[in-house]
């Protein structure tokens, strides 16, 4: 995001002429029965082996392609083999309680992933390793200005809120020092406003994955010390979402070299910006291969894990008091009778929206 | 004339007739006297005092004895026979009263027709005589028996005193001409006689002149500049017939004047901007540094000015070149083949020569634009003797930062300047020694957030020795520096990336320009090049970046070469040469060593090993270099050339284009160095007295070594660089086609080129040939000058090209937490959208009364007419559970006005 401000910035201070433009560039043809899994074991209490396999999709469609295959299995490095039974289409998951006599995840040991499709396609991993994790310390929480980016280039500033986690990177027993991923995700309070005069006011929590715009992974062995401080794992523009509260949930991955390295490449993908001296996009890193043909269009990735989860409360005051989601500026209602946002005229609406108040939500 | 002790007489000095016409004459002359106390000197002067005799000798091979001789009533033939009889000598007697005395042995020659009638010119008028209109060269008595004769002439300009290259020297009455060579000398072979020579040159006066030549002879000659010049006056680099008659194929010499009428960026003359007219040049965009020629990277060109290398040729993040147009006095560029004295890139030379301050008078010129200005002088510092040109250029662009809206931009800062100096002495006629310095700087800031800083610095010292009339030398001593600072001041990241590059550069050429038609260079030199290729430092306490340095990198390139052109006839011209290069990578330096050494992987480092000072790995290149010119007639010819050149150095980026902290990278055991063939044949053709050309030309260039980058390549302080590069292979081949009016008030020139670059590179596109990032399949230049007077210039310039190649995805997934994640396989698959563009420009320039002593002149330039964004770069966005949106990134969206005021004051 910095390098487009900058390159953005240095272009209109030179001649205000430059131009981000959207285009139609017609794609190359793809390869459309590429397949792609993903899958990890987490090690917690249970842990979960969990695999996804779908095609890629084009983009005239937003819809995911999720396949069918015929089978799934993780073996150790002992050679004991596990199969994933099917969760939903495409979706495989099982949980292994500790201790169990049939498959055991440890810290230390190493897990490969098999696939054969149902057209004779198999797919073998790397054995991948799990590492311990280091416990994070503390999140904390501040607000700032900061210059964004308009579609059309302009820029602008605006209040923003970040959140950043403390935690060290050493693992006991390693001389590698940790490589960490952080998954985000917010729940916040929203009180709905039925339009119905009848209609009961419920108030829900609602959960949203934040990565996107906040995917980060950080190398232990870069830093100069065995700590990770002040870094940023959330950072939003203040809106309506926090306006009846907010918590910020950060799970802390310790994940294997070729994990932080496929997720670094994700990472510069989705944060392309176009800037003149940017690299170029190519493809990603995978340990999966087809060991029967190794031209084999094949993406994903397949490691494991384990996670700690730390949580940071923020109250609408901490944020400059912003209006709550519900009812909307314009009214619950708009021109056509139709509901302007849909959790206002029903909190439950939303795809991870209960009225259970997490067990966390202390506030 | 006469028997004056002056008038020498050589060996050859007989006559032709052995006619009787003596005896005739002789019967009527009676000669008396007594000589007996006299020298045989002393007798033929009182003869010829006393006497209608005409006597000619060379004093030294008279015997120096009284003669004690006595004559009364005897002929000539008796007084002659006496006189002579016990010497060694002989005469011939010429008509009624020419006696010619010579060592017997001498008689016995037989003298060409070509000798009788040039003595036969020299009776009549002897030299001496000759009016203002008549130039008299050499002497009778050191003609040669073929009665052939050599002129060897070195023309000057009156004002400058500079030598002028390219101008016609021609005998019309023979049929035989020349061309002034790059100091200003021609030399033209001709019987002994009369003669009329003619020089011609564009903005001088035509030098007509009656020649009268007896013998070898050398001749300066001062071209007078027209009265009326119908368009400035430079060093023009190209004869009229260049064209056809250069031997080198695929070279474009730039016309320096030209530069400075063309529309441009902000109004600012720039010479890279006008070499991408030229066909098989072409740039990704306004902003890339560099250009790039017949397909190849930015850094396979070598860059020189005079002899210094130039690691960064751009200023302001590549809106401008680094050089000063005003300053220069000849560009060239070789395209792929190019001359043994040439090597250490791939793809292209371009060759920067500077020109000497006027040894005559003083001159102070500039210009002032809206974004940059320039000041330049030159001047005698001994008149005649020593000059000096200098000259800078500085930007001052940050009062339209603070016009733009955003506090951020208005807290931005931008700036570049740069310095020459060039003293030239003529320690005598045969010693020159030319003194040069080259500085610049550049700085970008962003808001204090983020910013560039790189500087180059460059000396060096050229002696050129005239041994004598065929061996001359040319001694240059060269030294640079390049340092480059990335910055990054925000948050946990703050940090600097510091790297430099520097060398020592000697070079010894020689020359033997045997005859006119033969010529021989014979050189070597030697680069020591040592790499700072990185350093990084945190810029304050909170920063957790590691302070890191990158080993340092030496490394020693040496090269012979020797080259001769030689015209084998007036149609065949053949320049042939050898360059010979050993390379050393030396210590200190920790090599690492890797489980596969021929795929590193910094996963699979086994063992490391420190090197001590020495060479760790050297590297031979042999480079054999030849163009062929065969001229069909004086308005046709067909060329074509082959060279071998490798590259020992590399500029590390995988960007579009290469930032100003892109570090230069010696080659090593792991990255081998690049090596390519390079082919080209053509057509050449001038209609109309030369005021066409037309070229027409196809090339091929197959590199047999070469490296590309593995994705997501991690470039910066790695200290495992060979881990992130991949070799392979590379092709590009195309046809080039151009045309040219050169003269008139209507005059420009148009040029096409199709072409394709591509690469084969195990691990990349599952190995089969792709389009390399500078691949452009259209290449299409268009301008145009409308010139009715002097003062008046009016220019329009249109470019085409493709688009350049990019990587599209070829689809996209979800992952588990709801990133959509664009997936590629392809490098670049698809092409970004074409690239065209109409500027335009209006000069108001001098007047026609050259004395005035302030000259202005005014250039309104439009830049992009009709406002196209042009596609710098193309890139994807998306957003969870939306469409992949291209997008793309143009530098300039609108057209861009200037206004740029030029002053010259004399």
Known sequence: MKAAIISTAVILAIGQYSCLDQIDLPAPPGVEDALVIQGSIIKSTPSVIFVLVSELFDFTSNTLKPVNVR?????????????????????????????????SVEFGKSYQLHVVTRDGREYFTNYEPLYELPVPDSLSMEVFEATVVAADGSLSTKDKVRVQVYTSTDIPGMEDRARLKWDVERTYRVTDSPPGLFDPIKVCYLTENVVGANLQVVDGNDRTTDRVDEFTVYESTITSAFGEGMYVNVYQQSISAGAFEYWRQVKLLIERSGNMFEPPAGRISTNLTNPNDPDDDIFGYFYCYTQDTIRLYIDPEDVMSPPPSCPPPGGVLNEAGDCAVAVCCDCLSHLRSTLAKPEYWTE | MGNTPERLCGFLAAMLLTFSAIAQSDQTLEISGDFADNTISEVLTSLSDQYPLTFYYDMSILPKEPTGLSFDGASLTEVMDKLLGQSLLGYISYRDYIVVIAPKYVM??????????????????????????????????????SGQTTLVGTLFDEETNEP???????????????????DGTFELTMPVGEHILVIRYIGFETYIRELKI?????????????????????VKADAPDASIEGGQIGVATLDVKSIKKLPTFFGE??????????????????????????????????????NGMFMNSSHALGFYSAFNADLIGRVDLYKGNMPAEYGGRLAAVMDIEMRDGNYGDWSLKGGIGPVSSRLSFEGPIIKDKMSIIAGGRVSHADWLLKQMKPPEVQNS???????????????????????????????FDFNREFGFAYETFLAQAIYKTILNDKWYNNFSITGSQYNSTQFDYQGTNASSLDSDIQYLKVRDKVTYQANKDLRVDAGIESIWYKV??????????????????????????????????????????????????NYRFTGPKTVFEYEDPESPDDTEIVDSTMHGSGTIVSYNSIEPRLSLRYKLSTSTSIKAGYSRTAQFINQIFNSDSPTPTSQWQLSTQYIQPQRSHNLSAGLFKNFKDNLWETSFEVYGRYIDALFDYKDFAELVMNPHLETELLPGIGRTYGAEFSIKKKEGELNGWMSYTLSRSERQVEGINNGNWYLSNFDKKHVFSFVLNYQPNRRNTLTFNFNYSTGRPTSPPVGTYATVEGLVVPAYTLRNALRIPAYHRLDIAYTVGKGYKKDKKIQTSWTFSIYNVYGRRNAFSVFYTQAAFKQVQANQLSILGSALPAFTLNFEFL
């Open chain 2, 214 to 234: 007896f013998s070898d002879g050398n001749v300066d000659i001062i071209l007078e500049r027209s009265a009326v010049q119908l368009e400035e006056v430079t």
């Open chain 2, 164 to 182: 002028i290259i390219g101008a016609n020297v021609t005998i019309p009455n023979l049929d035989i001409g020349a061309v002034s060579e790059i």
């Open chain 1, 71 to 103: 089978l799934v299995e993780v073996m150790d490095e002992n050679g004991v083999i596990l199969k994933i039974p099917e969760a939903g289409l495409g979706r495989y998951r099982i949980e292994i309680p500790d201790g169990s006599p049939d498959f």
């Open chain 2, 413 to 443: 800062h931008v700036f570049f300047y740069d310095v020459n100096a060039r003293l030239s002495t003529r320690i005598n006629e045969k010693n020159t020694l030319i003194v040069s310095g080259y500085a610049s700087a550049d700085e």
């Open chain 2, 269 to 306: 003359a720039d010479v890279v901007q006008s070499l991408l007219l030229y066909p098989g040049v072409s740039t990704i965009g306004e902003g890339a540094t560099g250009f790039n020629v017949r397909g190849g990277d930015v850094d396979q060109n070598l860059i020189m000015q005079d």
């Open chain 2, 532 to 581: 700072n290729p990185g350093t990084q430092e945190p810029l304050d306490e909170n920063s957790v970046v590691i302070p890191a340095t990158l080993e340092q990198e030496q490394a020693n390139e040496a090269a012979v070469y020797i080259q001769a052109e030689y015209d084998i006839s007036t149609r065949f011209h053949i320049n042939g040469g050898l360059r010979f290069v």
């Open chain 2, 108 to 145: 016995e020659q037989d003298f060409g027709a070509d000798y009788y009638q040039a003595l036969e010119s020299s009776i009549n008028e002897p030299a001496g005589t000759s009016g203002e209109t008549t130039l008299v060269i050499g002497d009778i008595s050191q003609l040669g028996a």
